[in-house]
T-cell receptor, first 115, second 111 residues
């Protein structure tokens, strides 16, 4: 089954404790991205990747890191989480960003709470 | 700056009534346009998309959307709403290498 898999679904952590949220897709998509969803703000893009070893900042990259060493994986790293990073996070992939008819395929989300 | 506006934060409709969710965007050129639906606890599912051609596009679950270039709008419609349509709806645009989302419209369906 074609899917984007995020882990974990729920995560509670403390301020400053490094964490990684994993994302994997099995559709051989070139484009992957991370979003955070906050009430009243919709989805905001954190980082995106056009292909292996190619990553770029989205609209809200501060406090986050990503890597794209393999085509299928795109982990989101919070080196020193803070309470303002408490949010619902989504990973998404697309055959190719900007190409006609290439919508995003989303994972089921990771709810992160930083205390 | 690019922006996507969904002016209605929350809409309540009766089951069987028609529905229209509004979306406006601001870009220099015609972007790629999408509507997504998010059920509670789920990721976003694509309802429909537009990138060229016929300005009225059909999607899944009986939804349709109309692109109006003169109004920079891409409104979502459904002739008869079902209780299972209760969810949050997001309009999105693809422009360059990024996707931009509106703030969402929460739909409540009353019996």
């Amino acid at each position: 089954e074609a899917q984007v898999t995020q882990n974990p679904r729920y995560l509670i952590t403390v301020t400053g404790k490094k964490l990684t949220v994993t994302c994997s897709q099995n559709m051989n998509h070139e484009y992957m991205s991370w979003y955070r969803q906050d009430p009243g703000l919709g989805l905001r893009q954190i980082y995106y990747s056009m292909n292996v070893e190619v990553t770029d900042k989205g609209d809200v990259p501060e406090g986050y890191k990503v890597s794209r060493k393999e085509k299928r994986n795109f982990p989101l790293i919070l080196e020193s989480p803070s309470p303002n990073q408490t949010s619902l996070y989504f990973c998404a992939s697309s055959p190719s960003a900007g190409a006609p008819g290439s919508p995003l395929h989303f994972g089921n989300g990771t709810r992160l709470t930083v205390t | 700056a690019q922006s996507v506006t969904q002016p209605d934060i929350h809409i309540t409709v009766s089951e069987g009534a028609s529905l229209e969710l509004r979306c406006n965007y601001s870009y220099g050129a015609t972007p790629y346009l999408f509507w997504y639906v998010q059920s509670p606890g789920q990721g976003l599912q694509l309802l429909l998309k537009y990138f060229s051609g016929d300005t009225l596009v059909q999607g899944i679950k009986g939804f349709e959307a109309e692109f109006k270039r003169s109004q920079s709008s891409f409104n979502l419609r459904k002739p008869s709403v079902h209780w299972s349509d209760a969810a949050e709806y997001f309009c999105a645009v693809g422009f360059g290498n990024q996707f931009y989302f509106g703030t969402g419209t929460s739909l409540t369906v009353i019996p």
